[in-house]
């Protein structure tokens, strides 16, 4: 039994990947800080819910881009190493951005640059954190691994809006930023804590040829038609999703202030963590398919729900239960693909997934504030019989047409999580097959 396999087989791997989560939860909080000050700071300046969508869309774009180099990258180099420079230099950009807010004549274009700065050093970071569970945990803790990990990373919505919200009455979007780039050192510190147990790669090869690389991480992905079929399904869901991250802030401030949509937001959002914390402690999940297909529904209609009331109440009621839906989603697609994958090629793979899936957050974010802006809100705010019979449902006025924006995408997303659960592509991937030799031979060296 070599120095992987003891790790995996012991409570050692789990102890040391609590750490390293714990130190994404601080850095994800901090995150959040910055994504609802700016969002917030943009729309004030602009008023313009096509201005907001650009910087989530800089935001989110390079990253997105350089998935797939990232995880050739943390494939064929060190996994730790890529972590703490992905980490590092992506909360230093974030100075540029700091440095424009700051000044007497803020500048959009800046913005833009500086988060797009630090989205692009964030794709060294998450193919290789990707690909570390894989490293430090066996197959049975996936899930339970998947469930941390959410809980992490969706943090920035759990708990940043409500202390953002009320940071900003007493101060301003600069200090949230300056939080911000403080909790990228607690990331580093706690990789140094864990390195043990995390890949350390040098590479055999003199040369790295990242066109052989990214053929075997296709290779990987077109192996077996569920995962095709699985990442069709998420972009989708991804971009009913980017919908509401956009257009649920102009949706509340329509009727209700900074403090509010803050609360507002982190109240919603325990939902995440009362779902995941669900998955967590969840033995022997044998149908991870089914949890991806009622995952879907359920957070489907609840979406939908939300577009239908203008009550704080109820679109904070619906608002959680639709988040409670959503690690069955995104911990039954992972897991699905983490089963059905070589750790050789994760992080190849995984690098190429989430540039294909979170694909839908860009569009997402190009058509949702042209779409308000220039197609629902003027429809809503007219008086033609269309509009009139739909506003006896849903309302009229201000921020109505963004309502039925996000009506619409939630009624599309549990259709196809219907659609889901009669995919026998996807079904199969459940049924782990005993010989995945021939991934191995397809890609030798990956994810």
């Known amino acids: 039994m070599n120095g992987s396999d003891t790790i995996k087989s012991s409570k050692a791997g789990m102890r040391k990947f609590a750490i390293l989560v714990a130190g994404q939860m601080i850095s994800s909080i901090g995150s959040g800080l910055t994504d609802f000050g700016l969002a917030i700071y943009v729309l004030a300046l602009t008023g313009s819910v ?230 967590s402690c969840l033995k022997n999940i044998k149908s991870y398919d089914k949890m991806l297909s009622f995952g879907l529904v359920g957070c489907g209609i609840f979406l939908a729900l939300i577009g239908v009331w203008q009550n704080l109440i109820l679109i904070a009621t619906f608002g959680f239960m639709m988040f409670v839906f959503m690690p069955a989603v995104q911990i039954g697609a992972e897991v699905l693909v983490r089963m059905n994958l070589a750790n050789e090629v994760q992080g190849r793979a995984f690098g190429l997934i989430s540039f294909i899936t979170q694909m839908g957050y860009i569009f997402a974010y190009i058509l949702s504030g042209v779409i308000s802006d220039y197609i629902f809100e003027p429809f809503m705010s007219g008086d033609s019989f269309l509009a009139m019979q739909i506003g006896k449902i849903i309302g009229v006025g201000e921020g109505r047409g963004i309502a039925l924006l996000i009506l619409i995408s939630g009624i599309a997303m549990s259709i196809v999580g219907i659609v889901v659960s009669r995919l026998k592509s996807v079904k199969m991937l459940t049924k782990k097959e005993s010989d995945t030799q021939f991934v191995a031979e397809t890609c030798p060296e990956g994810l």
């Open 50 to 279: 096509t201005a907001t969508s650009i910087v989530s869309i800089c935001a989110f774009l390079p990253s997105i881009l350089l998935a797939p180099v990232g995880g050739v990258l943390a494939d064929n180099y060190d996994r730790r190493l890529m972590m703490i420079l992905g980490e590092l230099l992506s909360g230093l950009s974030l100075t540029i951005c700091l440095g424009t807010i700051m000044s007497p004549n803020p500048s959009l274009p800046v913005i833009c640059i500086g988060v797009g700065i630090s989205s692009l050093f964030k794709a060294l970071m998450e193919p290789a954190f990707n690909a570390t569970i894989t490293d430090m945990l066996s197959e049975e803790d996936f899930a339970k691994a998947g469930g941390m990990v959410q809980i992490a990373s969706n943090l920035k919505i759990l708990i940043s809006p409500a202390i953002a919200g009320l940071l900003l009455q007493i101060t301003t979007v600069s200090t949230l930023i300056i939080i911000d780039i403080l909790t990228f050192f607690t990331t580093i510190i706690t990789i140094v804590l864990v390195k043990k147990g995390m890949v350390s790669k040098s590479r055999k090869d003199s040369k790295l040829s990242f066109t052989r690389e990214m053929k075997e991480g296709i290779a990987a992905i077109r192996g077996k038609g569920g995962i095709v079929a699985m990442i069709v399904i998420m972009t989708f869901a991804v971009f009913c999703i980017g919908f509401v991250q956009i257009l649920i802030k102009p949706l509340i401030l329509a009727f209700a202030g900074e403090v509010e949509l803050g609360i507002l937001t982190t109240v919603s959002a325990l939902g995440m963590l009362a779902g995941s914390i669900i998955i």
